[in-house]
């Protein structure tokens, strides 16, 4: 669809820490409540990875992922960001940005989401 891009993804040791970006036209950002970030490791299915509510008041994140990654978002700027920190292999994935026109709540479901960016690879070295 063209409306998310993300960026910041790449090639990082075990132990670094990497920033990816999403962003979004400011016109179609308004029409956008709850916004997530999810990735999918080559032969896996797609698993939720964080989202934060319309009002960036509420956030949610994968259990085994809390405490090293932070959503975040800035409505002013259009964009929406995930923090990773304290990265290992098994953090290895393409990250998606996703965003929905329907629910303000962070959610966790995929089906929640109607746009999907194309995503941004993260790799992480042993």
């Known amino acids: 669809q063209g409306q998310l891009v993300e960026s910041g993804g790449g090639l990082v040791q075990a132990g670094g820490s990497l920033r990816l970006s999403c962003a979004v036209s400011a016109r179609t950002f308004g029409t956008f409540k709850a916004m997530g970030w999810f990735r999918q490791a080559p032969g896996k299915e797609r698993e939720f990875v964080a989202a934060i509510s319309w009002s960036g008041s509420t956030t949610s994140y994968a259990d085994s992922l809390k405490g090293r990654f932070t959503v975040s978002r800035d409505n002013a700027m259009n964009t929406l960001d995930l923090q990773m920190s304290s990265l290992k292999p098994d953090d290895t994935a393409r990250y998606y940005c996703?965003?929905?026109?329907?629910?303000?709540?962070?959610?966790?479901?995929?089906?929640?989401?109607?746009?999907w960016g194309q995503g941004t690879q993260v790799t992480v070295s042993s």
């Open positions: 996703a965003a929905s026109t329907t629910t303000a709540w962070a959610r966790d479901t995929s089906v929640e989401y109607n746009y």
